[in-house]
């Protein structure tokens, strides 16, 4: 790669190579494989960092944010000095500084609003089931988005109807060793035979786009009165808190979460501060 040989010329050490390499890695796995340089705007490349922040599900500390703008910012100009791109695109990125601020999480009074709501939705006039399950499977698993939308009727083992769980799988085969089993609420998987019989999936329980998901738990947050403070990250975070507030181990809380153990250091703190701010309140 042209990039990697031009760093190497200007004496990066492997350490820096290595870390941008990776960094360019989240961008092909966010764009896609196939996505052309010259289409490239400072609104993407803000989208990408946002999404590192708060849509990747795994956590991205101050010190891995200001480098990946640092990869962004060094690369581009590479493009543009090379003549591939006509003008740079990360130039007006911005760096931040101090502390990364908590996440939000919902407390018990608004999850029981949340699933009250989501509930009622099941024996409406006119059934819908999605709501309810979706809450239901984030709030017990605390998946991340992606995890959720690769997700197929098989992947929820119940061989044990008393003890049903959620296999995480992996597309790459290299990840093989990353997927993880998650127990299930006994109830949720009769709401996921009301939901397979209402919308009938070819291939993924969700087949829809995850915006769409998105907009389903913002629209049932809104009419539960909950605000529009519910997502996927929101409702991965409550996950986690809750399950520490209920004692569960630190190692278990990590695997469900599908975290590696640096990435668990930052983690594992802040949901304990978020767990004691909760307490508070």
């Given at each position: 790669m042209p990039f990697l040989a031009h760093l190497r010329q200007e004496g990066r050490s492997e350490h820096t190579i290595t870390a941008f390499s990776s960094d360019l890695r989240l961008v092909e796995e966010f764009f896609g494989e196939d996505?052309?340089?010259?289409?490239?705007?400072?609104?993407?490349?803000?989208?990408?960092?946002?999404w590192l922040e708060h849509g990747r599900g795994v956590p991205c500390s101050r010190k891995s944010y200001a480098r990946r703008v640092t990869t962004l910012k060094v690369f581009f100009k590479f493009l543009k000095a090379e003549r591939v791109l006509r003008y740079d695109p990360a130039d007006a990125l911005l760096q931040r500084s101090g502390a990364a601020p908590l996440q939000t999480v919902l407390s018990e009074q608004e999850i029981e609003r949340l699933l009250s709501h989501t509930a009622s939705l099941r024996v409406?006039?006119?059934?819908?089931?999605?709501?309810?399950?979706?809450?239901?499977?984030?709030?017990?698993?605390?998946?991340?988005k992606s995890e959720c939308m690769r997700l197929?009727?098989?992947?929820?083992?119940?061989?044990?109807?008393?003890?049903?769980?959620?296999?995480?799988?992996?597309?790459?085969p290299k990840n093989v060793y990353r997927e993880r089993k998650i127990?299930?609420?006994?109830?949720?998987?009769?709401?996921?035979d009301e939901y397979l019989a209402q919308y009938q999936p070819e291939t993924f329980i969700f087949e829809c786009t995850a915006r769409n998901l998105e907009y389903v738990l913002h629209d049932v947050a809104v009419a539960a009165g909950v605000g529009a403070r519910v997502s996927f990250e929101i409702l991965r975070w409550t996950s986690a808190v809750r399950d520490h507030q209920r004692g569960v181990d630190s190692d278990t809380i990590r695997e469900k979460m599908g975290l590696s153990r640096i990435s668990w250091r930052e983690t594992s703190q802040k949901i304990a501060q978020l767990a004691a701010k909760s307490e508070e309140a």
């Open positions: 996505f052309v340089l010259k289409t490239f705007t400072t609104t993407k490349l803000n989208h990408f960092l946002e409406a006039e006119t059934p819908d089931a999605r709501p309810d399950l979706l809450v239901r499977l984030l709030l017990d698993t605390g998946i991340k197929k009727p098989d992947d929820v083992i119940q061989d044990d109807p008393r003890r049903p769980y959620l296999m995480v799988r992996h597309r790459r127990p299930l609420d006994s109830g949720w998987p009769v709401v996921l």
